[in-house]
């Protein structure tokens, strides 16, 4: 199961942090790139307003093509099955490292577009595919911990990129375009190992109705002695569907037996773009430079910020002992606790020398917040609040939201800045508070319970509590 985990999460969600932190590092040489490209091409300079134009294209373009990568990813998975698209996938990763990777020797810019785009759908599927399989592979007591595994890459992938594309590595000049196309390796990496291991079992008894492959995967993933009692999990489930075929998402949204499980996955999904963690990083080299820290060395101090999420996400696994509700909950209050703190800090900074560091802390405490609940819990309970025939339409959905809310903020948030400076962080401190009250009003604790069990408790929401 362990292995199963890092077998999908290298080519998966760690694809997706990975390539949102491996361009910030080059940024100057692309710029230059750009610069260049335009003077050999129609000899004459780059008007600065095309250069910024240019650069927020191959910058949101990857957003883009993760929303197209959400819409597909779904009946990719049906279709295809859960590893046959995740394999799939990988054929899309390797097109983009070489798009991205020729760009600059062939002087074409138009080659670093299509590869940020389709690098995004690459991402797209991978957060929509990659938990929904191992959330099904996983049995009911370690659902919780294995679940974290696509936040421990991800946050992984952002860690590595800032490491990967410090200037003495692969962020220097000359290296640049070998830097953009390193997510090829990760892409190779899943190809050579993900074919060792089953389908998901779920998969292939309910979707294909095959059930001697599914006791052959269970055993696989279980042992001998515990198959048994998922198998008959599993069976109990298909039974309860007798014979339903897979959603579409629209069809989700007509459907009263999910109404309040789409609402919630809807609000968790929104709730954790619109945090305020865009906010923070945008925030953060400004905050180390007023605490004394020299231009050099702020990239090394941000390693510590994706160094916070990473091992957040590693001591998140507890959330199999303590309950989804109470991490969630806790992570969105001290995320609202540390924005307070934060709008005061930099309300005052200029007043006293010792401030800064006050700024730095809140920095610091406000992403382990983020990575202890909303950022890891939030993928987990998109797999457990759905059954099987709901679960990869609600992916979809959710990756659809998830894509759409980090590009509005990706858009909206400069203006956001410039116009409440630092009390910005007041209208991330009323969302967090919101969401917080939403959970603790709405959703059941789900540890150790059923796919069909968790459906049980939604179900006097949808209907009421006498139906």
């Known amino acids: 199961l362990f292995l199963a985990v890092c077998a999908v999460g290298i080519g998966g969600t760690f694809q997706y942090g990975y390539n949102v932190s491996i361009i910030n590092a080059p940024t100057q040489h692309i710029h230059r790139f750009l610069n260049e490209t335009w003077r050999s091409r129609y000899h004459k300079e780059l008007n600065p307003d095309l250069l910024t134009f240019l650069w927020?294209?191959?910058?949101?373009?990857?957003?883009?093509?993760?929303?197209?990568?959400a819409l597909i990813g779904g009946s990719m998975a049906i279709r295809l099955g859960r590893k046959g698209a995740l394999l799939m996938n990988n054929v899309i990763a390797i097109l983009a490292s070489v798009f991205m990777g020729i760009s600059f020797p062939t002087g074409l810019f138009e080659l670093l577009i299509a590869g940020r785009f389709l690098i995004g759908i690459n991402s797209g599927i991978g957060l929509c595919v990659q938990p929904l399989y191992i959330g099904e592979v996983a049995p009911k007591h370690l659902r919780g911990g294995m679940a974290m595994g696509s936040s421990i890459f991800l946050t992984g992938g952002i860690l590595t990129g800032q490491i990967i594309g410090l200037r003495e590595l692969l962020g220097g000049e000359a290296y640049w375009p070998l830097l953009l196309s390193s997510s090829c390796f990760p892409a190779f990496a899943q190809l050579l190992f993900l074919p060792w291991f089953p389908e998901s079992p779920r998969y292939l008894l309910i979707d294909r109705g095959d059930e001697l492959s599914c006791a052959k995967a269970l055993k696989w993933f279980h042992g001998s002695s515990d198959s048994g009692r998922e198998m008959a999990d599993i069976q109990r489930e298909c039974f309860a569907l007798d014979g339903e075929k897979p959603k579409k998402p629209w069809q989700l949204f007509s459907d009263p037996g999910v109404r309040w499980q789409l609402i919630t996955v809807i609000v968790m999904t929104m709730g954790q773009q619109l945090s305020g963690i865009n906010a923070i990083y945008f925030y953060a080299t400004y905050i180390f430079k007023q605490a004394g820290i020299s231009a050099e060395e702020i990239p090394y101090v941000t390693l510590g910020t994706g160094a916070c999420e990473c091992l957040t996400a590693l001591t998140c696994v507890s959330n199999n002992y303590v309950g989804r509700r109470y991490l969630i909950i806790g992570g969105y209050l001290l995320m609202s606790l540390w924005s307070t703190v934060l709008t005061f800090s930099l309300t005052y900074q200029e007043l006293y020398p010792w401030v800064p560091y006050i700024s730095m802390a809140s920095i610091?405490?406000?992403i382990l917040s983020f990575g202890l609940g909303p950022g890891g819990i939030t993928n987990t309970l998109t797999a457990e609040l759905f059954i099987q025939s709901s679960r990869p339409a609600a992916y979809m959905i959710a990756g659809t939201i998830s894509w759409i809310s980090f590009f509005t903020i990706g858009m909206l948030f400069p203006f956001i800045v410039n116009g409440l400076q630092q009390y910005c962080f007041l209208v991330f401190l009323l969302e967090c508070s919101l969401v917080a009250a939403f959970i603790f009003l709405v959703i059941p604790?789900?540890?150790?319970?059923?796919?069909?069990?968790?459906?049980?408790?939604?179900?006097k929401l949808n209907f009421g509590r006498n139906s």
């Not at 927020?56 to 990568?69: H, K, N």
């Not at 604790?445 to 179900?459: A, P, R």
Request: aromatic share 16%; with cysteine; hydrophobic share 45%.
């Open 445 to 459: 604790e789900t540890k150790n319970k059923s796919f069909l069990e968790i459906k049980k408790e939604f179900h």
């Open 56 to 69: 927020s294209v191959i910058a949101s373009i990857f957003s883009l093509g993760g929303l197209c990568g």
């Open 364 to 366: 610091f405490a406000f």
